[in-house]
Nanobody
Framework: QVQLVESGGGLVQAGGSLRLSCAASGSIFSINFMGWYRQAPGKQRELVATIASGGRENYADSVKGRFTISRDNAKNTVYLQMSSLKPEDTAVYYC??????????????WGQGTQVTVSS
């Protein structure tokens, strides 16, 4: 019903920048929250940033001031602009969207994940 396609991951040197994109498609009435999570080897998946339908943003303390989340509601797409990257940012990044279906049901969907590797 809903598909999320992520792109933009890759290898970057410390101090560099990277921009992730996540586009949602399918049976979507509207989208409430959108967000980015990451999981490093041996660690639990953690919240990176979220953005509400009205544009309010929330960030993990570890990325505050370096990452920026944004969304394009017309394209059902969420972005994560990452700057001043550090080796500890290395992880698989997953997008998540909370979809409101025409039935009124709320359901969250996950992207396939994209690898971000920051070298020192």
């Amino acid at each position: 019903q809903v598909q999320l396609v992520e792109s933009g991951g890759g290898l970057v040197q410390a101090g560099g920048s990277l921009r992730l994109s996540c586009a949602a498609s399918g049976s979507i009435f509207s989208i409430n929250f959108m967000g980015w999570y990451r999981q490093a080897p041996g660690k639990q998946r953690e919240l990176v940033a979220t953005i509400a339908s009205g544009g309010r943003e929330n960030y993990a303390d570890s990325v505050k001031g370096r990452f920026t989340i944004s969304r394009d509601n017309a394209k059902n797409t969420v972005y994560l602009q990452m700057s001043s990257l550090k080796p500890e940012d290395t992880a698989v990044y997953y997008c998540n969207v909370q979809v409101i279906h025409s039935s009124g049901q709320y359901r969250s969907y996950w992207g396939q994940g994209t690898q971000v590797t920051v070298s020192s």
